[in-house]
């Protein structure tokens, strides 16, 4: 059986979203934050590779905004429920909404929902430059014909790119769990997964 890890602390403070995105930045590992009712936030890694384990172990102990770090190892279906509870709908601009397919939410009139079930892979929009990249993507896809999304992750950028309209879109990457599951419509009409010996496709 094959098993993952969970590294989680207790953040001492409050975190916004910069704040993650930076820990994003400086760790190159995307987390989740957990709220528990009536108690702290809980940060959440989860890493399928002992010496990121470590590495983010060491970082967490040299700062003084978390506590309670912890190491747990988790089989493969666990794993990924799991890191499922800590993504929330997000919103990245004043139209364009990301949300977990799980979750439910109504969008209201004018915005761009983007449904998303990213499984293991990686793209949930909560990295500064996946969010950069939404919002420039907004401002100019107006102009755009097609797309190509090289390391699509989970597909987050091609899925914004067909909602907002982009017609010919080619996403792919070397990572197997990249855009798998993935299901998009617009005007009624699916788009199409395909894979390439690179990686799953988007097209």
């Known amino acids: 059986m094959r098993l993952l890890y969970e590294l989680s602390c207790h953040i001492k403070d409050s975190l916004d979203d910069d704040f993650l995105s930076r820990i ?50 988790l089989p493969l279906n666990q794993w990924a429920n799991r890191w499922k509870k800590g993504l929330r709908i997000l919103r990245i601009s004043k139209n364009l909404v990301i949300k977990p397919s799980w979750t439910p939410y109504r969008a209201k009139r004018g915005e761009t929902l983007i449904t998303l079930d990213p499984g293991m892979a990686f793209g949930t929009g909560h990295h500064e430059t996946t969010r950069m990249c939404l919002e420039w993507l907004e401002k100019y896809h107006s102009s755009w014909k097609s797309l190509c999304d090289a390391g699509c992750g989970s597909g987050i950028l091609s899925i914004a790119a067909y909602q907002l309209g982009i017609q010919k879109i080619f996403a792919f990457d070397i990572d197997p769990e990249a855009i798998r599951g993935i299901i998009t419509e617009r005007g009624g009409t699916s788009a199409r997964v395909g894979r390439t010996r690179g990686g799953p496709l988007l097209r």
Do not use: A, G, T
């Open 24 to 73: 994003s930045e400086v760790l190159r590992v995307q987390p989740v934050i957990e709220e528990k009712p009536r108690q702290c936030q809980i940060l959440k890694f989860f890493l399928n590779s002992l010496k990121d384990v470590k590495r983010i172990e060491q970082f967490l102990k040299s700062q003084n905004y978390f506590s309670h770090i912890k190491n747990v190892k």
